[in-house]
């Protein structure tokens, strides 16, 4: 579960969140819709640690989750889907272990 409470951030003098609150449950996957400049980013990095907040608190559980995918992505051969599914790590380890099994049954 991911709480936030009371989260105010501002960036440049530029108040983007004020007094903000949420609660995302377990289990529930959740993603950020806005206009350029809202501060979508932003609160990604308050949530995952690379930015403080103003104020008010975060919390999330030390297992949780966090998957990005880069707004300027490097020049790559890989296709946009195979980029994306790169960000959840428990289905990659788990394709390597199917990929490298021996037993055929």
């Known amino acids: ?33 806005g206009r350029n400049g809202a501060g979508k980013s932003t609160l990604f990095k308050v949530l995952t640690g690379e930015m403080a907040p103003e104020g008010g608190e975060v919390s999330l559980p030390k297992s949780a989750r966090i998957g ?18 790169a960000a959840d790590k428990e289905r990659a380890s788990l394709l390597v272990e199917a990929e490298t099994a021996t037993d055929p049954h």
């Not at 709480?3 to 950020?32: C, H, M």
């Not at 990005?68 to 599914?85: F, K, M, R, Y």
């Open 68 to 85: 990005q995918v880069a707004q300027e992505a490097p020049g790559t051969d890989e296709s946009l889907i195979e980029i994306v599914l």
């Open 1 to 33: 579960m991911i709480t936030i409470n009371n989260l105010s951030i501002r960036i440049a003098g530029r108040l983007l969140l004020d007094d903000a609150s949420v609660f995302i449950p377990t289990g529930f996957k959740a993603g950020f819709v």
